[in-house]
């Protein structure tokens, strides 16, 4: 606060209406709580007051708008150098506004702490002000009648107020200042490789033949190598911000055995469809995906290998009970939201809250192309993040994220009827101990297999020690014929 309480109230007593205008423009949304108190008490009248406090708020966004729209040559040509504002990124910007301006601005308005930076902003990006004027207009009346309501009902713990508001100001402002130095340092990384990375060329050469696979939803790539369609076909589901490659190694092996395979890389990653639309980026439609390409390549006979978020997709494609599924492998996977097993449940809605909200606010932040890398080469989770953020837009990152906050998978495995493996590290710090046990007494056919000081990437970094576990599971249920099979050739 510029002004302290002290000056504020008697100011309001003594000039009432006049010096509650230009209040407004400076100390807006806790002056509005006190104004709201004093009428109360009888001092103003509420109607009055609620007039007085949109004009004064419409004000003060419209400097800020004034400074975005008539201050960004000054800002781009001296400082945008540094900050990773360009001419291009402002044309962005503007394009955004001109497709999301309501929304945006919306969210600007309600978003206290971040709010300025929002509207100014929209000055740069040169929206129409009538535009922006309306869709203020729209955001200050619900905000500024709660604010003063809450003032009018409790007023008398202003001070208490006063200290959340400024708790969640910081906390905003703190949050959107981490996420755009992220943003800005990932595009100076991504610009020194943009001219060389195409969608593949960062691969060595596709093991089989590219397919896609449109279901209306966009096009979701996938590989598959069909020896012998009698055979049994193992399909391979990758973990957040991976792709296909991640299975390269243990894909050439088991051609080798004789078993068809199909990898695909999931919604939002690798060569598939990356439309930013949250509805798109949740367990069921990640599972309506798999099950179209099944249909489609006519696969009657499948084991499905899961790995960590491709894990918890594979739990939900495994409790729909499919027809031709003779086997499930679940490495690194949970069933429900890692916090649970930590004890710290209680973050669940406050961690759900933010990233939705990030991503919300995110959804401008877009490139021309995305990296696409093969998941071998990153070697630990912070390594991986980071390409993460390379290989798709950041929205859907978070929108992923959010989904393992509100998993929850627990009550509904006993639905599993396929035999299962459970392979999960000692050293994992996702998966509990406690967790995958619980799957294993609550999966009528499993068995848990756990790997000895090992993290949480066993299945991009011990493939071979995978494999001397997973095909004796194969050859169990689903017996390779190879001799048969080059007879049949």
């Not at 400076?26 to 609620?50: K, M, R």
């Not at 600007?108 to 300025?116: E, F, Q, R, T």
Request: glycine residues 8%.
């Amino acid at each position: 606060m510029i002004f302290s309480f002290e000056q504020i109230i008697p100011w309001l007593l003594h000039y009432k209406y006049i010096v509650l205008f230009p209040l407004m423009i400076i100390e807006g949304p806790i002056v509005t709580i006190i104004v709201g108190f004093l009428s109360s008490l009888g001092y103003f009248h509420l109607s009055v007051v609620y007039g007085v406090i949109i004009i004064g708020d419409l004000v003060g966004d419209s400097l800020y708008y004034v400074f975005g729209r008539w201050g960004k040559e000054t800002l781009i040509q001296r400082w945008g150098k540094y900050i990773g504002i360009t001419e291009e990124r402002v044309v962005y910007l503007e394009k955004h506004f001109e497709n999301h301006s309501g929304k945006t601005l919306l969210f600007g308005k309600l978003a206290h702490g971040v709010g300025g930076a929002v509207l100014a902003a929209a000055g740069v990006a040169k929206t129409p002000y009538t535009r922006f004027l309306w869709y203020n207009f729209l955001g200050t009346i619900p905000k500024s009648l709660l604010l003063l309501l809450i003032g009018y009902y409790f007023g008398r713990t202003y001070v208490q107020l006063n200290t959340y508001l400024d708790y969640t100001a910081i906390m905003s402002v703190l949050l959107t200042v981490v996420f755009l130095l992220l943003y800005f340092v990932m595009m100076r990384v991504g610009k020194k490789q943009e001219n060389n990375k195409k969608c593949m060329e960062n691969t060595t050469e596709s093991l089989y033949p590219e397919r896609f696979v449109n279901i209306g939803k966009g096009k979701i790539y996938y590989t598959l190598h069909m020896q012998n369609p009698k055979q049994i076909t193992i399909i391979f589901l990758h973990g957040l911000t991976s792709n296909h490659t991640t299975w390269s190694t243990m894909m050439k092996q088991l051609a080798a055995q004789g078993y068809n395979t199909l990898a695909l890389d999931m919604r939002g990653h690798g060569c598939s469809d990356k439309t930013i639309k949250r509805r798109l980026y949740c367990m069921s439609v990640f599972a309506d995906d798999l099950e179209l390409i099944i249909q489609k390549e006519h696969i009657q006979k499948y084991m499905l290998i899961g790995y960590s978020y491709g894990g918890a997709v594979a739990l939900e494609f495994a409790i729909r009970k499919p027809s031709g599924m003779c086997g499930l492998i679940l490495i690194s996977t949970n069933c429900v939201t890692p916090l649970k097993y930590k004890y710290l449940s209680f973050f669940n809605p406050i961690a759900y809250g933010i990233l939705q909200s990030v991503s919300f606010l995110l959804l401008w932040v877009r490139r021309k192309q995305y990296f696409y890398y093969r998941h071998g080469s990153a070697v630990g989770y912070w390594r991986s993040l980071w390409n993460g953020y390379l290989t798709m837009p950041i929205s859907i990152h978070y929108w992923m994220l959010a989904q393992m906050l509100v998993l929850n998978y627990e009550p509904v495995l006993q639905k599993i009827l396929a035999p299962t493996i459970i392979i999960r590290s000692e050293k994992d710090p996702f998966v509990s101990c406690a967790e995958a046990e619980y799957m294993k007494q609550h999966i009528p056919r499993s068995e848990m297999i756990v790997f000895r000081g090992r993290g949480h990437f066993i299945g991009s970094t011990c493939q071979d020690e995978l494999l001397k576990v997973i095909v004796p599971f194969f050859q169990k249920y689903t017996p390779v014929n190879t001799a048969q099979q080059n007879n049949d050739k």
